[in-house]
């Protein structure tokens, strides 16, 4: 255990699900991967489950075996893995599992065929971004192949699923033509005979900002923790990161702070120190308007962030060591948020805070209103 600490508030996850389920004509997959952004897989499959989701999606089948472990019952989808994956274990607890060519389909299908059972599948197709998915050109070709797999009672078509290359810039004409090529893909699918699958293409920005990518069903994973990558809604920010205060340290003017001296005090000040660094998810690489909230204040984070710790100039304002900063927060209260976090780093807030490390504590909480957040601090 270290000084750091994840507040998770599974209200704010609850409040944002709701909002996301009340958006849409169809189906709420809420997506869990990388450890629910940070928050925790389980923690967030729960919030999001008892509030509008109906299915959780997910990476790699490890991270799916690894929710039905921790007692998760509901359909899961995972849809990227290698061709020698457990897709046994898989089919074994109910895990759906993306195709996105014709190795995957084989691989999955022997695996079906020795369980004597058949694997829920969804066909994944490539929109425009040359990572994930079928190529378009092979698209005709793996439809053959599902439906000869589907025959041989190996697998059943319940999804047909694609992506976005560019959702977070609601007007950028990709968004449209990438739509179409979803549609199309879809109708081939249709004419196939997978009349049953539901489609789904959109994931948080465009479930915020593209009816028409809808379909029958979205998947909404940033969202769920309060990032809008559109800025276009309040979404409930549901992660606070604090850490504690190990020292404080009264320093004189040329002192020198951290490695390398990254930073020479200018005038006598008061220096903490403070248990998170960049293992814990404290970005190395920061701007030095970097800034931590304490006692309603902002201070600076001074010289290198450091493996395990950071460096905050107090100036004239007093802290004991064992208090907590914020490193960030929903920001009612002024603290920063994982947005301006990110535009410190040059990142996205995705980033952050799954960048948040192992070691951190996390711990649940319950705000049952926004207000109430800031109200209780
Ligand atoms: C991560 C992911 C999502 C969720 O994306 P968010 O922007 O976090 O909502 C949806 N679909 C796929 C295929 C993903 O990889």
């Avoid at 019952?73 to 994956?85: E, F, K, M, Q, R």
């Avoid at 809008?228 to 604090?242: Q, V």
Wanted: one cysteine or more.
């Amino acid at each position: 255990m270290t000084g750091a600490r994840l507040l998770v508030d599974t209200g704010a996850i609850e409040r944002n699900t709701c909002l996301f389920a009340g958006l849409v004509p169809g189906e709420l997959m809420a997506v869990v991967k990388a450890d629910g952004y940070g928050a925790g897989a389980a923690r967030v499959a729960r919030a999001a489950l008892a509030s509008g989701a109906t299915r959780l999606g997910v990476t790699s089948i490890a991270e799916a075996l690894a929710l039905r472990d921790a007692g998760v019952s509901a359909p899961i989808l995972s849809w990227l893995n290698t061709v020698d994956a457990d897709f046994g274990a898989a089919v074994m607890l109910d895990v759906e599992l993306a195709v996105p060519g014709v190795a995957h389909l084989d691989a999955i299908g022997r695996a079906a065929q020795a369980l004597g059972r058949r694997a829920r599948v969804h066909l994944q197709v490539d929109c425009g971004m040359a990572r994930e998915g079928c190529p378009r050109e092979l698209w005709p070709q793996l439809l053959g192949f599902a439906a000869a797999a589907r025959s041989r009672g190996e697998i059943e078509v319940v999804g047909v699923m694609g992506h976005l290359s560019s959702a977070d810039e609601p007007f950028d004409q990709t968004n449209r033509r990438e739509r179409d090529r979803f549609a199309h893909a879809l109708r081939l699918a249709r004419t196939a005979g997978f009349r049953a699958a539901v489609p789904h293409l959109a994931a948080t920005a465009a479930t915020l900002t593209q009816g028409a990518a809808h379909h029958g069903m979205v998947r909404v994973g940033a969202g769920l923790v309060g990032i809008d990558p559109t800025g276009t809604h309040r979404l409930d920010g549901a992660l606070t990161l604090e850490a504690q205060i190990v020292d404080v340290r009264e320093v004189g003017p040329g002192t020198p702070v951290g490695y390398g001296h990254g930073w020479l005090a200018e005038r006598p000040t008061r220096l903490a120190l403070v248990a998170a660094g960049y293992a814990d998810g404290v970005p190395r690489a920061l701007d030095p308007a970097a800034a931590v909230f304490l006692h309603g204040v902002r201070r600076r984070i001074v010289g290198r962030v450091s493996m395990d710790q950071i460096v905050v100039d107090l100036g004239g304002l007093d802290a004991a060591p064992g208090e907590y900063v914020t490193v960030f927060g929903p920001g009612l209260r002024g603290e920063p948020t994982v947005g301006e976090w990110a535009a410190w780093c040059g990142t996205i807030p995705n980033e952050i805070v799954t960048g948040i490390g192992p070691r951190v504590e996390r711990v649940a909480q319950t705000s049952s209103t926004r207000e109430a957040i800031g109200a209780a601090r």
